[in-house]
Nanobody
Framework: QVQLVESGGGLVQPGGSLRLSCAAS????????MGWYRQAPGKQRELVAE???????NYADSVKSRFTISRDNAKKTVYLQMNSLKPEDTAVYYC?????????????WGQGTQVTVSP
């Protein structure tokens, strides 16, 4: 059974920092692309950052230079360090694991963790 469990969300003031974690189980973590997505109220879910296995990360323009994605394959965990947070970063943040094999896509989502940026 595949599980992705996010943690680290919460309430933070503008300009503050948070670090999200996503612990995976039930998958061969090292071969998956790991990503963070977010969904604000009334908006579509959007990519925040993703990190393919053994490759460089990709970031949404809105978070470049503020957010950093990293992964620890030994711990089967992906992280999202968020600095200089803005109110517009408020959203539910989701972890995703995905890979392609033989033309088939395999993807899994976590349950999400709320991040609220407010004075």
């Amino acid at each position: 059974q595949v599980q992705l469990v996010e943690s680290g969300g919460g309430l933070v003031q503008p300009g503050g920092s948070l670090r999200l974690s996503c612990a995976a189980s039930g998958i061969n973590f090292s071969i998956y692309t790991m990503g963070w997505y977010r969904q604000a109220p009334g908006k579509q879910r959007e990519l925040v950052a993703e990190m393919p296995s053994g490759s460089i990360p990709n970031y949404a323009d809105s978070v470049k230079s503020r957010f950093t994605i990293s992964r620890d394959n030994a711990k089967k965990t992906v992280y999202l360090q968020m600095n200089s947070l803005k109110p517009e970063d408020t959203a539910v943040y989701y972890c995703k694991a995905d890979r392609m094999q033989w033309g088939l896509k395999y993807d899994y989502w976590g349950q999400g963790t709320q991040v609220t940026v407010s004075p």
